[in-house]
C-alpha cells in the first residue's frame, strides 16, 4: 500500500508559479511511477505528467509542456511538480498517483494509489 499526500495548491495571478509536492509513504520502497493529473468542475481527469523512479523518465502532455517540470526527491519520498506561467485554463484539482508495475502511462485508469487533491485557481 502507499499513501499519497499533495500540498502546495492556492490562488495565483496568470503567469504565476506554484510548486506542488507529493509525499509518499508506505511501500515506498516498490519501483513505481509517479504521475499528475488534474480535473476541472464539468470536465474529465486529464493527465498532466509523469517522472519514474529514478527521476531519469519524464514525460507532459502537451497543454504544459515547456511550462510544467517533474523532479523526485527519493530521499524524502516526495515528488514536484514545479508550474510556471499559469494559465486560467489550469485552475483545476490537481492528483499525483502511483503506478507499481514500472510502466509508464497517460491514462488514470491504469494507476494504483491516488492522493485526495489539491486545489489550483489562476485568476487572470
Known amino acids: 500500500q502507499v499513501r499519497l499526500v499533495e500540498s502546495g495548491g492556492g490562488l495565483v495571478q496568470a503567469g504565476g508559479s506554484l510548486r506542488l509536492s507529493c509525499a509518499a509513504s508506505?511501500?515506498?520502497?516498490?519501483?513505481?511511477?509517479i504521475g499528475w493529473f488534474r480535473q476541472a468542475p464539468g470536465k474529465e481527469r486529464e493527465f498532466v505528467g509523469y517522472i519514474s523512479w529514478s527521476g531519469t523518465s519524464t514525460y507532459y502532455a502537451g497543454s504544459v509542456k515547456g511550462r510544467f517540470t517533474l523532479s523526485r526527491d527519493n530521499a524524502k519520498n516526495t515528488v514536484y511538480l514545479q508550474m510556471n506561467s499559469l494559465k486560467p485554463e489550469d485552475s483545476a484539482l490537481y492528483y499525483c498517483t502511483a503506478r507499481e508495475d514500472g510502466l509508464p502511462s497517460t491514462s488514470y485508469r491504469t494507476y494504483d494509489y491516488w492522493g485526495q487533491g489539491t486545489q489550483v485557481t489562476v485568476s487572470s
Open positions: 508506505g511501500r515506498t520502497g516498490s519501483r513505481y511511477f
